[in-house]
């Protein structure tokens, strides 16, 4: 099974790097590649855990960590005369709220957790709901489909969390993390096609692309470790080696240009303008990956 804790957590990875190299200043961007990467994150602290009793604490707060991140990117969608008095809500009262819980929560106290869990999945319905409102005015371009792929994703990640939370063996548990995936793949597509559109962009080619690379790099080095863990069995050590590979690969394909442009700054620090001229050469790059038709970007493609 740690084949398919390793996809759960390529893809989870890969989507949260990929929407926060959009625009990392974005709240909407940044606080969903949050929820990816914390349940990332997740899956291989749960690997590496197994069933170990001292665990349960901890995945608790693991599991509440991406419903409570997609919850505050619902706030950013609400209608614009609600989203900065809900969103200062958010942040300075269920945030702090929810980090004094996890606290004992991750130490043991169940109780603590399982109010934990009531709460952020109580944010993540109702800011999904109140997200509808603004749904109505969507119905006319590419946002359509990403409305749909978020009230979907929303409800199978409050459903696929509750039983988790609840300790309903539905499914063995890596399979329920990888059905938490699922949702939360469908959640970050829909907000890529919300950016895009805001952006004026197409996605279909440049999300496309970076997932290609992503995965034959991940396949490359991740394989190496693979080979290790195959031969020698499934060691903590091996398995924090295969994960760690995994997650090191994606990472210099999907922050590619952010990380040349600081071997640049130090390679060139004696010369800006070469310096500047091959920033403007990548970014040049980039934009015709997410150039496309009118037909296109009227359909989120």
């Known amino acids: 099974m740690v084949w398919v804790s390793a996809a759960t957590f390529g893809v989870a990875w890969w989507l949260g790097l990929y929407l926060l190299a959009r625009d990392p200043r974005k709240p909407l961007l940044r606080r969903a590649a949050i929820g990816l990467l914390a349940f990332a994150a997740a899956v291989v602290a749960d690997r590496l855990a197994g069933g170990s009793s001292w665990f349960d604490g901890l995945r608790i707060v693991l599991v509440c960590a991406p419903v409570l991140a997609f919850s505050g ?8 005369g609600a989203v900065e008095r ?19 929560a991750a130490g043991g106290f169940l109780p603590a957790g399982y109010l934990l869990g009531a709460l952020t999945l109580l944010a993540l319905l109702g800011t ?9 005015e969507w119905s006319e371009d590419s946002r359509r489909s990403a409305g749909g792929l978020l009230t979907i994703g ?18 063995p548990r890596t399979a329920m993390l990888s059905v938490i995936a699922a949702d939360l793949v469908v959640l970050g597509l829909g907000i890529a096609v919300v950016d895009a559109y805001d952006e004026g962009e197409a996605l279909r080619a440049d999300m496309t692309h970076s997932l ?3 995965a034959a790099t991940a396949a490359v080095f991740g394989g190496q470790a693979a080979l290790a ?3 020698a069995g499934e060691r903590p050590a091996l398995i924090a080696l295969f994960f760690g590979a995994v997650a090191g690969s994606i ?20 010369d800006p303008q070469l310096c500047a001229a091959r920033v403007e050469l990548r970014s040049a790059t980039e934009a015709l990956l997410r150039k496309g038709s009118d037909d296109e970007l009227r359909t989120g493609g």
């Open 86 to 104: 809900v969103d200062r809500w958010w942040r300075i009262g269920l945030l702090p709220l929810c980090a004094l819980l996890a606290m004992p």
């Open 251 to 270: 990472t210099l394909q999907v922050l590619n240009g952010p990380l040349h442009a600081g071997a640049d700054r130090v390679a060139f620090a004696s």
């Open 154 to 171: 929303a409800l199978l990640l409050g459903l696929s969390a509750a039983l988790i939370l609840l300790g309903l063996n539905v499914l």
């Open 73 to 80: 990117v619902f706030v950013r969608l609400l209608p614009l």
């Open 229 to 231: 863990l195959a031969l």
């Open 128 to 136: 999904m709901l109140g997200m509808l409102g603004q749904h109505a």
């Open 212 to 214: 290609v690379v992503s």
